[in-house]
């Protein structure tokens, strides 16, 4: 599935733990199933072999397995295993208290779709292999070991900790897969700030050459990147914006219209009469005495 950029504001990164421990065992098998979340095992010592969607991988001794979402896989300890592992979501859901690592065998997951996290390779439009190849192990795999033995406790503060790491482990990931330029051009975060920052300046001037100074893209680009992430121009969000403050000025204050312009950062009161009544399809002085 390939995820727009609407689709994509509604899932915020916000790493959430659903299991977590030390596993040693003898050599083991898991038989097949697939999964709704993410499983990130690390090899700590011994010898495994991981098929995942039919295509096996072998690991050793510090290396890392990710698994994403939907994927099918069987896992099997040749030899006497230490494999840290975790199950976790990634992405945001409000339906994650009934998330759960499935069992063994369980292929059919038609039931449980709305439980089923997003893939980092189709929310993004990257590669990340099931062997990890990490730019800086060392770190990712002392954050990791760490995230493991703090989840051991199920104290509230060591389980905040736990879950702090795992927001690292997950930037940690996403920097190595995921080149700046187009981490810049892809992820829906790109822009969140826009909103705040039209609310805290709505009476004050704006160009969309300063707004694109502040999001380190040309003039061109943030309007195109604006327009694919809202929908419109910045000038018509903006203009939006202002409009909707002022009817809530309007029915919930006694302020003049003039006052109302200046607030919501209309040149004049002749220039905020005119667009409001474009927009509403009523002068302001009619839809304060109709509300």
Known sequence: MKYSMDS???????????????????????????????????VQDGECSFIVDGETNDFGKGEFCLIQPNSVNRLEGKTKTVTPFAHFDIFYSSSREQSFPTRAGQLDLT???????????????????VKLNLSHPAKFRDTFLQVVEYWQ?????????????????????????????????????????????????????????????????????????FKMQYGMTPHQYLLDMRINHACELLFTSELTQEQISNYCGFSDIHHFSKSFRKKIGVPPGEYRKQS
């Open 8 to 42: 994509m504001m509604n899932y915020p990164i916000l790493p959430f733990i659903r299991e977590c421990d030390f596993a040693v065992r003898k050599p083991w098998e898991s038989p097949e199933r697939r999964l709704l979340d993410y499983l990130l095992i690390y």
């Open 111 to 129: 039931s449980y779709q709305h439980l089923l996290q997003p893939r980092l390779d189709e929310m993004f439009q990257i590669d990340i292999p």
């Open 153 to 225: 406790y199920r104290d509230p503060i060591m389980l905040l900790k736990a879950q702090t790491g795992m927001m690292e482990l997950v930037t940690i990931l996403l920097e190595n897969y995921m080149p700046a330029k187009h981490a810049q051009r892809t992820s829906p975060q790109a822009l969140n700030w826009i909103s705040s920052y039209f609310s805290f300046n709505l009476g004050e001037p704006l160009s969309v050459v300063d707004m694109a100074r502040r999001a380190n893209l040309s003039t061109s680009r943030f309007n195109d990147v």
